[in-house]
């Protein structure tokens, strides 16, 4: 029997899996997609909330999210690519300009 | 019921395997397809969840669009592997207590996250009961709960795609020569 | 609750007017005074003056025409307080008291405005309009002060012309000396204020009014004071602001300082009105005062010390206005002692007759100087009768009146005084005041003789730089009695030195029509003035005195009234010791109008009343002629002898001229403790150390903890991102602890 119990462990695991991800790499396309999984294991909660509590509510929560996870992942890539013209390199402690 | 049960076990080992390998790859090529793996695994828990539409949209916009662009961008730039050892040695996560702090902290956010599972159950024992297809996860209802209790956040994520076109559009551009 | 008595509704709008015409032409002379000419701005503060006085004169005209016996007409202007039980309003009261002080300040006041337009004609025109503009300013001060009929107005009055002297004595603002002239009469009068204030708030919180009816009907229905109470602190403190006002011990030594004002000024200001506010606000509250025995004798001994010191110092000063200044301060002494004597009418008297004579000595010294171009010094003068008739023969008036010849207007008010205080029995008092007379003559004819008669000297030393224009380190007010401290010979050129009248008596001319038309007709008044103050034991009826009665006393609810002024209490004089305090019990006498016990005699004791006055008066006489006699023997006669008097007593003669070095010990025991204080604690303790320590010491926390903090910048994206995570596993570990 899966209960909700069992979608929530599996997006925990994800979510933990980007999270080890964004501190783990060093470079900056992964980290970007390490951020992409955690969204995804957010929008698995929610539908699976959504489908636990008859409401449709979590399916429109996950459109939205996606969209703004497109846009985000179109700024973040341009982001990376001027940079990349700065330091030829994609690892993210290259970009240490902002010390103090 | 048998056969939820097998799909969704195969499906969440297959969407957990691999996000590990996404992130254990160095190749930043490999990452981005093995992701677009996971995002398929997930597409078929969501049809599992009777959320077509979702999984349709994930697979179209996620798999289709975003990782075809991350894909670019990293055809693009061409750097090959991961180059790990040139700036380590002066980075603050290179001292030890540092290492040891984010160690205990990653053990209380999984035992954090593990409570927080623990307690929705105890609370909402029960089972995830099978709704009637056409009330929740038609795309009518989405449609119109869309167009009309979530209007204005539709309207105002369509600017948001637009503020982001534009600033990606800047961002990565060359400057004049 | 004191039901108040009651009061005459009508509103009489005229004596609105009376402050507010020389207000307005304050307001016109201030804001367009640069663009009037000379004749426009001087012609609009006389007409703003002589409008004032045509309208005091219908105002007494309105109230002498009110039937007995409380005559008074009210207009009250507007509601300005009104806060819970405060309720005060600015209301204007013309009853006698204030007729005599409404008339002699635009009166005179008017003379004065006159005068000023030929004294001051050098100005450029803007400062020209600009001492007009001070001038009216102050006349309308000075008239709130004695129209108001509560406290907070007087004081509004009183505060207004403390600090139009204060603008005024510091007219000539580019001369040091002036600015700390100015600033010294400010701070001083301050000090009295102060004490004013406090008197103020006593007599509020214990009879719960500050209206001078009110006050004077609940006290009217107490004792006077057995020890020192409530009633006696509350008239000290009003007393000792008066001494700040009319310069009398302790807070006197603003006034000599203040000459440094053109002489119009030191006429209005310093002779004629602002310097009889004090005696003024005791008269207005002669039922208080009446009440405290203590406080009364307190005023009399302080006036009498001051008459008789003032005149001491006044014997040998070198300066002719200072000589008058002195003349004035012990003047303002007798007007005291009368107000201590419980005469009050007598104490009135002798300000108005006092206002005439003083401000002809003011106006005529002030003829002299700008006749010599700034010459201030007796010593660098002399035979002048000749070269300058009309202000030789008025000046000799005025000083006649003021030794009290009799026949002219001094001698009767003086008379009075030195009556009263024989009739209580004060024989110290009245000594001290006899010799006062003696000096009074003696100083003013050594004054007379040295300016006008004999041959033109130069035998003053040479001065000091007259034009102090450097600002000295310490600028405080007591720049001005250092500068005294030094030798009082040092000149005081006013800023007709600056104007180029030709030196040493090539080209003097007598006092020009405007001025000359001023002394004139203040010396008519010296002569006539003290005709309304006959005595019984001249024949007269003491008409003054009848006249200012019932200002004196308290009117009850229902029209009856109490006789508590002092002046009536005693049918036969009294044999008692001469210090003995007075214990007055209210005698009440039928309602049937106030009668001075001088004629309402009973009969056996009237006729040797009559006789001991007499006597006194061929007394005050004799000292008179014989002060006029030393001064002719010393200064006409034999010049040399007064100089070997002087050797002879050289260190007394020293301590003289000093003044009994009372500023010095002011500035020793006050002046530098508090500007030690204030450099040394205040300034470097509290506000360099603590204000500016707190405010610095903040930017620099600021800056130490942000040098702290900054370190957060890695510039490291992953430190970032393990923030960001940080921060959310504390947020889940608050739920987790929640639920």
């Given at each position: 029997?899966?209960?909700?119990?069992?979608?929530?462990?599996?997006?925990?695991?994800?979510?933990?899996?980007?999270?080890?991800?964004?501190?783990?790499?060093r470079?900056i396309?992964t980290?970007?997609?390490s951020?992409?999984?955690?969204?995804?294991?957010?929008?698995?909660?929610?539908?699976?909330?959504?489908?636990?509590?008859?409401?449709?509510?979590?399916?429109?929560?996950?459109?939205?999210?996606?969209?703004?996870?497109?846009?985000?992942?179109?700024?973040?890539?341009a982001?990376?690519?001027?940079?990349?013209?700065h330091?030829?390199?994609?690892?993210?402690?290259?970009?240490?300009?902002?010390k103090? | 019921?048998?056969?939820?049960?097998?799909?969704?076990?195969?499906?969440?080992t297959?969407?957990?395997?691999?996000?590990l390998?996404?992130?254990g790859?160095?190749?930043?090529?490999?990452?981005?397809?093995?992701?677009?793996?996971?995002?398929?695994?997930?597409?078929?828990?969501?049809?599992l969840?009777?959320?077509?539409?979702?999984?349709?949209?994930?697979?179209?916009?996620?798999?289709g669009?975003?990782?075809?662009?991350?894909?670019?961008?990293?055809?693009?730039?061409?750097?090959?592997?991961?180059?790990?050892?040139?700036?380590?040695?002066?980075?603050?996560?290179?001292?030890?207590?540092?290492?040891?702090?984010?160690?205990?902290?990653?053990i209380?956010?999984?035992?954090?996250?593990?409570?927080?599972v623990?307690?929705?159950?105890?609370r909402?024992?029960?089972?995830?009961?099978?709704?009637?297809?056409?009330?929740?996860?038609?795309?009518?209802?989405?449609?119109r709960?869309l167009?009309?209790?979530?209007?204005?956040?539709f309207?105002?994520?369509?600017?948001?795609?637009l503020?982001?076109?534009?600033?990606?559009?800047?961002?990565?551009?060359?400057?004049?020569? | 609750?004191?039901?108040?008595?009651?009061?005459?509704?009508?509103?009489h709008?005229?004596l609105?007017?009376?402050?507010?015409?020389?207000?307005?032409?304050?307001l016109?002379?201030?804001?367009?005074?640069?663009?009037?000419?000379?004749?426009?701005?001087?012609?609009?503060?006389?007409?703003?003056?002589?409008?004032?006085?045509?309208?005091s004169?219908?105002?007494?005209?309105?109230?002498v025409?009110q039937?007995?016996?409380?005559r008074?007409?009210?207009?009250?202007?507007?509601?300005?307080?009104?806060?819970?039980?405060?309720q005060?309003?600015?209301?204007?009261?013309?009853?006698?008291?204030?007729?005599?002080?409404i008339?002699?300040?635009?009166?005179?006041?008017?003379?004065?405005?006159i005068?000023?337009?030929?004294?001051?004609?050098?100005?450029?025109?803007?400062?020209?309009?600009?001492?007009?503009?001070?001038?009216?300013?102050?006349?309308?001060?000075?008239?709130?002060?004695?129209?108001?009929?509560?406290?907070?107005?007087?004081?509004?009055?009183w505060?207004?012309?403390?600090?139009?002297?204060?603008?005024?004595?510091?007219?000539?603002?580019?001369?040091?000396?002036?600015?700390?002239?100015?600033?010294?009469?400010?701070?001083?009068?301050?000090?009295?204020?102060?004490?004013?204030?406090?008197?103020?708030?006593?007599?509020?919180?214990?009879f719960?009014t500050?209206?001078f009816?009110?006050?004077?009907?609940?006290?009217a229905?107490?004792?006077?004071?057995?020890?020192?109470?409530?009633?006696s602190?509350?008239?000290?403190?009003?007393?000792?602001?008066?001494?700040?006002?009319?310069?009398?011990?302790?807070?006197?030594?603003?006034?000599?300082?203040?000459?440094?004002?053109?002489?119009?000024?030191?006429?209005?200001?310093?002779?004629?009105?602002?310097?009889t506010?004090?005696?003024?606000?005791?008269?207005?509250?002669?039922?208080?005062?009446?009440?405290?025995?203590?406080?009364?004798?307190?005023?009399?001994?302080?006036?009498?010390?001051?008459?008789?010191?003032?005149?001491?110092?006044?014997?040998?000063?070198?300066?002719?206005?200072?000589?008058?200044a002195?003349?004035?301060?012990?003047?303002?002494?007798?007007?005291?002692?009368?107000?201590?004597?419980?005469?009050?009418?007598a104490?009135?008297?002798?300000?108005?007759?006092h206002?005439?004579?003083?401000?002809?000595?003011?106006?005529?010294?002030?003829?002299?100087?700008?006749?010599?171009?700034?010459?201030?010094?007796?010593?660098?003068?002399?035979?002048?009768?000749?070269?300058?008739p009309?202000?030789?023969?008025?000046?000799?008036?005025?000083?006649?009146?003021?030794?009290?010849?009799?026949?002219?207007?001094?001698?009767?008010?003086?008379?009075?005084?030195?009556w009263?205080?024989?009739?209580?029995?004060?024989w110290?008092?009245w000594?001290i005041?006899?010799?006062?007379s003696?000096?009074?003559?003696?100083?003013?004819?050594r004054?007379?003789?040295?300016?006008?008669?004999?041959?033109?000297?130069?035998?003053?030393?040479a001065?000091?730089?007259?034009?102090e224009?450097?600002?000295?380190?310490?600028?405080?007010?007591?720049?001005?009695?250092?500068?005294?401290?030094?030798?009082?010979?040092?000149?005081?050129?006013?800023?007709?030195?600056?104007?180029?009248?030709?030196?040493?008596?090539?080209?003097?001319?007598?006092?020009?029509?405007?001025?000359?038309?001023?002394?004139?007709?203040?010396?008519?008044g010296s002569?006539?003035?003290?005709?309304?103050?006959?005595?019984?034991?001249?024949?007269?009826?003491?008409?003054?005195?009848?006249?200012?009665?019932p200002?004196?006393?308290?009117?009850?609810?229902?029209?009856?009234?109490?006789?508590?002024?002092?002046?009536?209490?005693?049918?036969s004089?009294?044999?008692?010791?001469?210090?003995?305090?007075?214990?007055?019990?209210?005698?009440?006498?039928?309602?049937s109008?106030?009668?001075?016990a001088h004629?309402a005699?009973?009969?056996?004791?009237?006729?040797?009343?009559?006789?001991?006055?007499?006597?006194?008066?061929?007394?005050?006489?004799?000292?008179?002629?014989?002060?006029?006699?030393?001064?002719?023997?010393?200064?006409?006669?034999?010049?040399?002898?007064?100089?070997?008097?002087?050797?002879?007593?050289?260190?007394l003669?020293?301590?003289?001229?000093?003044?009994?070095?009372?500023?010095?010990?002011?500035?020793?025991?006050?002046?530098?403790?508090?500007?030690?204080?204030s450099?040394?604690?205040?300034?470097k303790?509290?506000?360099?150390?603590?204000?500016?320590?707190?405010?610095?010491?903040?930017?620099?926390?600021?800056?130490?903890?942000?040098?702290?903090?900054?370190?957060?910048?890695?510039?490291?994206?992953?430190?970032?991102?393990?923030?960001?995570f940080?921060?959310?596993?504390?947020?889940?570990?608050?739920?987790?602890?929640?639920?």
């Amino acid at each position: 029997m899966i209960t909700l119990n069992h979608y929530l462990v599996l997006s925990a695991i994800l979510f933990t899996i980007g999270t080890a991800g964004v501190f783990l790499r060093r470079n900056i396309i992964t980290v970007l997609l390490s951020i992409e999984i955690m969204l995804n294991a957010v929008n698995l909660t929610f539908v699976a909330a959504g489908r636990q509590f008859a409401a449709v509510d979590g399916q429109i929560i996950v459109f939205f999210v996606m969209t703004v996870a497109a846009a985000e992942a179109a700024v973040g890539l341009a982001l990376v690519i001027a940079l990349f013209r700065h330091r030829e390199s994609l690892n993210p402690d290259a970009f240490t300009s902002l010390k103090w | 019921m048998a056969l939820e049960t097998i799909l969704f076990y195969v499906l969440g080992t297959l969407a957990v395997g691999s996000s590990l390998l996404v992130i254990g790859q160095r190749n930043p090529v490999y990452s981005v397809m093995l992701l677009i793996a996971s995002f398929a695994a997930l597409a078929g828990i969501y049809v599992l969840l009777d959320a077509p539409f979702t999984a349709v949209t994930q697979i179209i916009v996620y798999a289709g669009a975003i990782m075809v662009l991350f894909l670019f961008v990293v055809m693009l730039l061409n750097v090959g592997q991961e180059d790990a050892a040139e700036y380590d040695r002066s980075h603050p996560f290179n001292r030890p207590f540092v290492r040891r702090f984010g160690a205990l902290l990653g053990i209380v956010f999984v035992a954090e996250l593990a409570w927080a599972v623990w307690h929705v159950s105890t609370r909402q024992p029960a089972a995830i009961a099978a709704a009637a297809p056409g009330s929740v996860s038609s795309v009518r209802e989405i449609g119109r709960v869309l167009f009309t209790d979530y209007a204005f956040p539709f309207e105002a994520t369509s600017l948001l795609i637009l503020v982001a076109l534009v600033g990606a559009v800047v961002l990565a551009r060359q400057d004049a020569e | 609750m004191v039901s108040q008595p009651p009061l005459l509704h009508e509103s009489h709008v005229v004596l609105a007017l009376i402050p507010l015409f020389p207000f307005v032409g304050f307001l016109i002379n201030a804001f367009f005074g640069r663009r009037l000419s000379k004749a426009v701005s001087g012609g609009i503060a006389c007409l703003a003056m002589i409008g004032s006085f045509a309208a005091s004169a219908v105002a007494v005209w309105q109230m002498v025409g009110q039937p007995g016996p409380v005559r008074a007409v009210t207009d009250n202007v507007y509601q300005w307080i009104a806060s819970g039980d405060l309720q005060i309003d600015f209301a204007l009261r013309v009853d006698p008291l204030a007729s005599v002080m409404i008339l002699v300040i635009t009166g005179i006041g008017s003379l004065i405005h006159i005068y000023s337009t030929a004294y001051m004609h050098e100005e450029s025109d803007s400062e020209y309009a600009r001492y007009f503009s001070y001038l009216n300013l102050f006349a309308a001060f000075m008239l709130v002060l004695v129209l108001g009929t509560t406290f907070p107005v007087l004081f509004v009055g009183w505060e207004g012309v403390g600090l139009c002297s204060y603008l005024l004595i510091g007219f000539w603002h580019r001369k040091q000396s002036a600015i700390d002239a100015g600033k010294k009469a400010f701070v001083v009068n301050r000090i009295g204020d102060f004490a004013f204030i406090l008197g103020m708030l006593l007599l509020w919180t214990t009879f719960g009014t500050l209206d001078f009816q009110n006050l004077a009907a609940q006290v009217a229905s107490l004792p006077p004071e057995a020890g020192f109470g409530v009633i006696s602190i509350a008239t000290l403190l009003l007393f000792i602001g008066a001494t700040g006002k009319s310069a009398q011990i302790p807070l006197y030594v603003w006034l000599p300082d203040a000459m440094e004002g053109p002489t119009p000024v030191s006429a209005l200001i310093h002779a004629a009105t602002m310097v009889t506010a004090g005696v003024y606000m005791i008269g207005r509250n002669a039922e208080l005062f009446s009440h405290a025995p203590d406080t009364l004798l307190i005023v009399a001994i302080v006036g009498g010390v001051t008459a008789l010191m003032a005149g001491t110092i006044g014997l040998v000063q070198n300066d002719i206005k200072r000589v008058l200044a002195y003349s004035t301060v012990s003047q303002l002494g007798y007007m005291f002692l009368a107000m201590g004597m419980g005469a009050y009418a007598a104490g009135i008297f002798h300000l108005y007759t006092h206002a005439f004579f003083k401000a002809l000595l003011f106006l005529g010294s002030g003829a002299v100087i700008h006749a010599l171009a700034g010459e201030q010094d007796i010593r660098n003068m002399g035979g002048l009768k000749k070269a300058l008739p009309i202000t030789y023969w008025t000046f000799l008036i005025g000083a006649i009146a003021i030794a009290g010849v009799p026949g002219l207007a001094g001698f009767f008010s003086k008379d009075e005084i030195l009556w009263r205080t024989f009739a209580s029995g004060h024989w110290i008092l009245w000594t001290i005041g006899v010799l006062t007379s003696l000096l009074t003559a003696t100083y003013m004819f050594r004054l007379v003789f040295l300016t006008f008669h004999g041959e033109r000297r130069h035998a003053a030393p040479a001065p000091a730089h007259p034009e102090e224009e450097e600002p000295t380190a310490d600028a405080g007010a007591h720049a001005a009695a250092a500068h005294q401290a030094s030798g009082a010979t040092a000149h005081r050129h006013d800023a007709h030195a600056a104007h180029g009248h030709g030196g040493a008596g090539s080209h003097l001319h007598d006092a020009p029509a405007a001025m000359a038309a001023a002394l004139i007709v203040l010396a008519i008044g010296s002569v006539v003035a003290g005709y309304v103050g006959v005595p019984a034991a001249l024949g007269g009826n003491n008409w003054i005195e009848h006249y200012l009665h019932p200002s004196f006393v308290a009117h009850g609810v229902g029209g009856e009234h109490r006789e508590t002024d002092r002046s009536s209490s005693y049918a036969s004089p009294h044999s008692a010791g001469p210090e003995a305090p007075h214990s007055v019990g209210p005698e009440a006498q039928a309602p049937s109008g106030a009668t001075s016990a001088h004629d309402a005699g009973s009969g056996s004791g009237h006729a040797e009343e009559i006789a001991l006055e007499r006597t006194l008066m061929l007394v005050s006489s004799i000292v008179a002629i014989v002060g006029i006699g030393l001064a002719w023997y010393f200064f006409i006669r034999r010049r040399a002898a007064a100089d070997a008097v002087a050797a002879s007593a050289a260190p007394l003669y020293r301590l003289l001229l000093h003044k009994y070095y009372v500023d010095e010990a002011y500035d020793l025991v006050i002046v530098q403790p508090i500007k030690r204080l204030s450099a040394g604690l205040l300034w470097k303790g509290v506000d360099a150390g603590l204000i500016d320590g707190a405010v610095n010491g903040t930017g620099a926390f600021v800056g130490a903890g942000s040098s702290v903090l900054r370190r957060w910048q890695t510039g490291s994206v992953r430190v970032y991102a393990a923030s960001v995570f940080v921060g959310v596993v504390t947020v889940l570990g608050y739920y987790v602890w929640r639920y």
